[in-house]
């Protein structure tokens, strides 16, 4: 495999708080040096005798590759709407280079030899990807999957994700399951009960527009549920089980995590950039929003909130609440989308779009720094899904860590154009959106997977 130099960017790793200039040396594709000493020339010389391929990174942040803990492959089953290989091009497009599949794939991913298919390097990716398999089999919410075989086999975690798991004698069995073998369970919080026949969310939007709508309890009366169960265990059988909560879009459900864990429990959660970019009158039709009235792009479940509820996400970002961005990349094909909003399935296409509209959201408009927010997309999501450990180094710029980089010019604003799509489907609501930080090349495992 051959050598690259990055040279001349800024290299920001959140993981060593680093954020300085330097070369970083690449070579079988792990991280052999990062040099500070820019102007020594010792680099240099390593990298001519290398025959390495030197990449200019002027003007350009050096960052570890996003890792995307919550995507829709669609592979096997659903191969109209995306692939392993068309999914991991867009995800390097996007400056991702981790990508956790999720099962809801046709069968559903609930044993070794279909987790396995979709880990397979038979199925080309460009990313490297990781999976949860399915928390029950079928992803039915009855009989757990055989967590321990999976486990052997790679699962980083497990979840029925797009359908929650509302048995509570089920869902205890699942945290103590993976309890015992140090990992999450991902939980999809809504109680489906609550949400039949709905399409977006409950309020004055859904009312003007005569949809029905999915009440933020839906979400919060789950998140309070897995709470308790998990104190139930901890004290019960003194184990200590890891609950990740998806795409949190209330302020009631983050208002319970934030209580849980100021009370030591272990819990996790994620927002996507979609629930901090858009309202529910985009779902009216709001041309600031770039939507048009009943406009299927703009559907997803959980769906989109009120501005009171953006403004609770994006709160929960900046005062540490939330832990991971991530996009749950659900692709569709054109026509599943184009039809009367209720039939419409839920989900957008989010894997090019993650970083440019978290850095305008978080960094420009709302002051975080941006170590910060690379913080939640990189070095978080490798720490808090325990990917080190599980033997994935990736999340950082350090020596001896996996060469997966991801270099981006963080000042250059951008309109996203989804007829550039890498990806099968153009499901996406921020097709026009405005973008800040563009990516010039993506690295995995050692090799440019993308350049601009």
């Given at each position: 495999m051959s050598a690259i130099l990055l040279r001349g960017g800024r290299v920001i790793d959140p993981a060593s708080g680093c954020n300085d200039f330097a070369d970083v040396l690449v070579e079988n594709g792990i991280i052999r040096e990062v040099d500070f000493t820019t102007q020594s020339g010792e680099l240099d010389a390593l990298a001519k005798n290398m025959r390495a391929e030197v990449l200019d990174c002027t003007g350009c942040i050096v960052a570890p590759g996003i890792i995307d803990a919550h995507v829709h492959l669609r592979e096997p089953g659903q191969t109209h709407?995306?692939?392993?290989?068309?999914?991991?091009?867009?995800?390097?497009a996007g400056g991702v280079t981790t990508v956790v599949a999720m099962p809801n794939t046709t069968p559903v991913t609930d044993s070794v030899?279909?987790?396995?298919?979709?880990?397979?390097?038979?199925?080309?990716?460009?990313?490297?990807?990781?999976?949860?398999?399915a928390a029950t089999v079928g992803s039915m919410g009855g009989e757990l999957t055989d967590y321990a075989a999976l486990a052997e086999a790679g699962a980083v975690g497990f979840t029925d994700d797009g359908k929650p798991v509302l048995a509570d004698e089920v869902m205890k069995k699942a945290l103590l399951e993976a309890?015992?073998?140090?990992?999450?369970?991902?939980?999809?919080?809504?109680?489906t009960r609550m949400t039949v026949g709905a399409s977006m969310n409950f309020g004055p939007v859904a009312f003007r527009l005569g949809l029905r709508g999915m009440p933020i309890e839906a979400?919060?009366?789950?998140?309070?549920?897995?709470i308790r169960l998990l104190e139930e265990i901890e004290r019960e059988a003194r184990l200590r089980p890891h609950l990740h909560v998806q795409h949190v879009s209330t302020a009631k459900a983050l208002a319970a995590i934030r209580d849980a864990k100021s009370?030591?429990?272990?819990?996790?959660?994620?927002?996507?950039?979609?629930?901090?970019?858009?309202?529910d009158e985009a779902i009216a039709g709001d041309p600031a929003q770039g939507s048009r009235r009943y406009d299927t792009h703009f559907k997803m479940n959980p769906p989109l909130r009120s501005r009171a509820e953006v403004d609770a996400c994006i709160a929960a970002v900046l005062d540490g609440t939330v832990?991971?961005?991530?996009?749950?990349h659900a692709p569709h094909a054109h026509h599943e989308k184009n039809v009367e909003f209720e039939r419409a399935p839920n989900g957008i296409t989010g894997l090019e779009t993650s970083l440019g509209a978290s850095l305008r959201i978080l960094n420009r408009e709302h002051g975080m720094p941006l170590i910060d927010v690379l913080a939640l997309?990189?070095?978080?999501?490798?720490?808090k899904l325990h990917l080190r450990r599980l033997g994935h180094d990736v999340g950082r710029i350090q020596t001896g860590a996996f060469a997966d980089v991801m270099v981006f010019d963080a000042a250059a604003e951008w309109t996203y154009d989804v007829r550039m799509t890498r990806s099968k489907s153009r499901n996406t609501?921020?097709?026009?959106?405005?973008?800040?930080?563009?990516?010039?090349?993506?690295?995995?495992?050692?090799e440019v997977k993308y350049r601009a």
């Open positions: 709407k995306e692939t392993i290989a068309t999914g991991t091009q867009a995800a390097v030899a279909l987790l396995e298919f979709v880990q397979s390097v038979q199925r080309d990716p460009s990313a490297r990807v990781l999976a949860m398999p309890a015992r073998l140090g990992l999450p369970i991902s939980q999809h919080a809504e109680d979400e919060s009366s789950i998140v309070e549920r897995d009370r030591g429990l272990h819990v996790t959660c994620e927002v996507a950039p979609h629930h901090i970019a858009f309202t832990d991971i961005i991530a996009t749950d997309m990189t070095s978080a999501p490798a720490e609501p921020f097709d026009g959106a405005p973008m800040l930080g563009k990516v010039k090349f993506t690295l995995v495992k050692g």
